[in-house]
C-alpha cells in the first residue's frame, strides 16, 4: 500500500469519526431539549386548558424593589390571555386565531417585564439552535449543559437540565454592560406534579450574583374561566401576528455606542423600545424609560445607527419588538 493511499484512509476515517461524533451530539441535544418539553411544557398542542397565576419582584438597580402580578388564561396555541401588572403599570396580552393583540397602559415600560411571560415557557426551546457542550455544576448540583450557536462563544446562551430528572434547571445568558460582559443566571426549582406535567414554580434570577426577579407561582389549575370577554382585544391594542413557532429575536449587524451629553455626570440608563420589520428596517424608537431630555436625545442618535436582520418564526421573517439599554458611565 503506498503513503498517499494510506493517508487517505486514515483522513476518510477521522472524517467518518467526526461526522458519527457530530451526529451523536446532534441526537443527544435534541434528546434532552425533547425530554424538557415532554416532562414541562403544558403549552404544547393538545394539553389541557389551563389558568396560571404568579407573584413577582423585580429588583432595580437602586435596591427598589418593585412587586407584581402575572395572569394567564390559556385554552390553545390560538387561544390565551396574559395580564402583566407591576405597580400602576398593566400589559395585557390576546390571541386568536393568527392574530395577537398587545396593549400597555403607558409608554414606560418597567425593565424586565418583558421577561416574566416567557419564565414558564419551556416549549420555546428549539433543539436547532443548541449543541453540547461541558456538564457543570450549578448551586453543588451536577447538569447536563447545552450552548447555543450563534455569536462568538462569549455571547452565547446556556441551558443546564437535571441529570437525575431530565428538567431544565437554569437559563444563563450573557448581560452586557458598557464594554463588560456579565451573566445573567435565572435558576428553575421547586418542581411538582400538573396532570402529566412537572411545572417549576420558584424562579431567581440575578446579574453578576445580584438579584433581579423572583417568581413564585401561587396558582395553577386546570381548565380556565370560560368567559368570552377575557379573549376580545382591549380597546387601542396593537395588532400583530401571532406566531405559531419559536421566535428568533433580530440579529444586530451593526451598533453604535451613544455620545454622551455635554451635562454628564454619574450613571445613566436609557431604555430604548423599537420595531424591526420584516425587512430589517427598525421604525417607531422611544424611550421607555423615565424621561432625562439630554441622555434620551443621544441614546435616540445611537440607536438610529443600529442595522438588523429581521426576526424569524419557523425560519419567516417576522415584525418584532425588542428593548435596548444605554448605560452612561462616569468614573471618577
Same mark, same amino acid.
Given at each position: 500500500?503506498?503513503?498517499?493511499?494510506?493517508?487517505?484512509?486514515?483522513?476518510?476515517?477521522?472524517?467518518?469519526?467526526?461526522?458519527?461524533?457530530?451526529?451523536?451530539?446532534?441526537?443527544?441535544?435534541?434528546?434532552?431539549?425533547?425530554?424538557?418539553?415532554?416532562?414541562?411544557?403544558?403549552?404544547?398542542?393538545?394539553?389541557?386548558?389551563?389558568?396560571?397565576?404568579?407573584?413577582?419582584?423585580?429588583?432595580?438597580?437602586?435596591? !427598589?424593589?418593585?412587586?407584581?402580578?402575572?395572569?394567564?388564561?390559556?385554552?390553545?396555541?390560538?387561544?390565551?390571555?396574559?395580564?402583566?401588572?407591576?405597580?400602576?403599570?398593566?400589559?395585557?396580552?390576546?390571541?386568536?386565531?393568527?392574530? =395577537?393583540?398587545?396593549?400597555?397602559?403607558?409608554?414606560? +415600560?418597567? %425593565?424586565?417585564?418583558? *421577561?416574566?411571560?416567557?419564565?414558564?415557557?419551556?416549549?420555546?426551546? $428549539?433543539?436547532?439552535?443548541?449543541?453540547? $457542550?461541558?456538564? $457543570?455544576?450549578?448551586?453543588?448540583?451536577?447538569?447536563? /449543559?447545552?450552548?447555543?450557536?450563534?455569536?462568538?462563544?462569549?455571547? %452565547?446562551?446556556?441551558? /443546564?437540565? *437535571?441529570?437525575?430528572?431530565?428538567?431544565?434547571?437554569?437559563?444563563?445568558?450573557?448581560?452586557?454592560?458598557?464594554?463588560?460582559?456579565?451573566?445573567?443566571? /435565572?435558576?428553575?426549582?421547586?418542581?411538582?406534579?400538573?396532570?402529566?406535567?412537572?411545572?417549576?414554580?420558584?424562579? #431567581?434570577?440575578?446579574?453578576?450574583?445580584?438579584?433581579?426577579?423572583?417568581?413564585?407561582? +401561587?396558582?395553577?389549575?386546570?381548565?380556565?374561566?370560560?368567559?368570552?370577554? =377575557?379573549?376580545?382585544?382591549?380597546?387601542?391594542?396593537?395588532?400583530?401576528?401571532?406566531?405559531?413557532?419559536?421566535?428568533?429575536?433580530?440579529?444586530?449587524?451593526?451598533?453604535?455606542?451613544?455620545?454622551?451629553?455635554?451635562?454628564?455626570?454619574?450613571?445613566?440608563?436609557?431604555?430604548?423600545?423599537?420595531? +424591526?420589520?420584516?425587512?430589517?428596517?427598525?421604525?417607531?424608537?422611544?424611550?421607555?424609560? !423615565?424621561?432625562?431630555?439630554?441622555?434620551?436625545?443621544?441614546?435616540?442618535?445611537?440607536?438610529?445607527?443600529?442595522?438588523?436582520?429581521?426576526?424569524? /418564526?419557523?425560519?419567516?421573517?417576522?415584525?418584532?419588538?425588542?428593548?435596548?439599554?444605554? #448605560?452612561?458611565? $462616569?468614573?471618577?
Amino acid at each position: 500500500m503506498t503513503f498517499s493511499r494510506a493517508l487517505f484512509i486514515v483522513c476518510t476515517l477521522a472524517v467518518l469519526t467526526s461526522a458519527t461524533f457530530a451526529g451523536k451530539q446532534k441526537a443527544e441535544t435534541a434528546g434532552l431539549i425533547e425530554h424538557a418539553r415532554q416532562l414541562s411544557d403544558i403549552r404544547t398542542e393538545g394539553a389541557p386548558p389551563f389558568r396560571l397565576k404568579m407573584d413577582f419582584k423585580i429588583m432595580k438597580d437602586d435596591g !427598589a424593589v418593585l412587586s407584581g402580578t402575572y395572569t394567564e388564561f390559556w385554552i390553545s396555541e390560538t387561544q390565551w390571555r396574559r395580564e402583566t401588572t407591576l405597580g400602576d403599570f398593566r400589559r395585557i396580552q390576546i390571541a386568536s386565531g393568527k392574530k =395577537l393583540w398587545l396593549v400597555d397602559n403607558s409608554t414606560v +415600560v418597567p %425593565r424586565r417585564i418583558g *421577561d416574566i411571560a416567557h419564565i414558564p415557557d419551556v416549549g420555546r426551546l $428549539r433543539p436547532e439552535a443548541w449543541k453540547s $457542550r461541558n456538564d $457543570r455544576k450549578i448551586n453543588g448540583v451536577g447538569m447536563h /449543559c447545552l450552548e447555543d450557536n450563534l455569536g462568538p462563544s462569549a455571547l %452565547r446562551q446556556v441551558l /443546564c437540565f *437535571d441529570k437525575l430528572t431530565g428538567t431544565l434547571n437554569a437559563e444563563i445568558s450573557p448581560v452586557l454592560s458598557g464594554t463588560v460582559i456579565g451573566e445573567r443566571i /435565572c435558576l428553575l426549582s421547586d418542581y411538582q406534579k400538573f396532570g402529566e406535567y412537572m411545572v417549576a414554580r420558584s424562579y #431567581e434570577c440575578a446579574e453578576d450574583a445580584q438579584p433581579k426577579l423572583v417568581a413564585k407561582v +401561587v396558582e395553577l389549575a386546570a381548565g380556565p374561566a370560560h368567559d368570552p370577554t =377575557l379573549f376580545v382585544p382591549p380597546e387601542g391594542a396593537k395588532e400583530s401576528v401571532n406566531c405559531l413557532g419559536s421566535v428568533k429575536p433580530p440579529t444586530v449587524v451593526h451598533q453604535q455606542d451613544p455620545t454622551p451629553p455635554r451635562s454628564f455626570s454619574g450613571t445613566n440608563v436609557v431604555t430604548i423600545s423599537v420595531v +424591526v420589520g420584516i425587512d430589517g428596517k427598525m421604525r417607531n424608537p422611544r424611550v421607555t424609560s !423615565a424621561p432625562n431630555h439630554d441622555y434620551d436625545e443621544a441614546a435616540l442618535e445611537a440607536m438610529q445607527q443600529w442595522k438588523f436582520k429581521p426576526a424569524t /418564526c419557523d425560519g419567516e421573517p417576522v415584525e418584532k419588538e425588542i428593548t435596548t439599554e444605554f #448605560e452612561f458611565h $462616569r468614573y471618577y
